[in-house]
Each structure stands twice: as structure tokens, then as C-alpha cells.
């Protein structure tokens, strides 16, 4: 698996994913301004100390962008979505529930 840096995130990932999501995109942006310009002493304490809000919402677009880079979804074999069709068999349905309802119930009264 490449890492975020190989897979593009910051410079062709993230802006797409922010993109893509207008309505969190602010807070995200908001979240961000708030981290400092230069590398704290400590990175993980630093981390550690973020609400879990905030970190639940910048974690969404950095795992989500990531994840929608084309090299980690063919590694993960992930083809991407596929539309399914609002037409379902009806007759393949009530085939599949008929044995169901002609056994009746079969659980035991306690």
C-alpha cells in the first residue's frame, strides 16, 4: 500500500474530497486553520490533545481521500460503487418467503 504522501492525498486526493463535500468542508477547513505552521515537539501528544469532533471529521476526508486513490482501491480490490436498480423480483421474493410462511411459527412460547 503506498503511503498518503505516494498516493497523491495532499496535493489530488484531499482538494477532491473537499470538493466533493461542500457541506463538511468548511468545518474542515476551520479545523485545520487552528493546527500550527511549524511541527510541534511532540506530534502525538499534539494529536492526542484534538477533540474527538474534530478529529472524526478531519479523519473522514484524509481516510476518504486516501481510500479514493486509484492505486489503494486496486490494492484493496475495490472496484468502486455500482448502481443497483430500484426494481426488485417480486416473484423471487415471495418464492424465497413462501417455505417461511407455510412452516408458520417456529419458535417456543417461554
Known sequence: MPSARAAGVLE??????????PDLAP?????????????PHDPLAFVN???VEEMDVVG???????F????????LGF???Q???MNPDYDEIMETI?????????YVKV
Open 12 to 21: 489530488t486526493l484531499l482538494p477532491r474530497a473537499l470538493k466533493a463535500r
Open 27 to 39: 468545518r474542515f477547513y476551520e479545523i485545520v486553520s487552528k493546527l500550527p505552521a511549524e511541527n
Open 49 to 51: 490533545a484534538i477533540p
Open 60 to 66: 473522514r476526508f484524509v481516510a476518504g481521500a486516501y
Open 68 to 75: 479514493s486513490g486509484e492505486e489503494v482501491s486496486k490494492n
Open 79 to 81: 472496484t468502486g460503487f
Open 83 to 85: 448502481a443497483l436498480p
Open 98 to 106: 413462501e417455505p417461511i410462511i407455510a412452516r408458520g411459527p417456529c
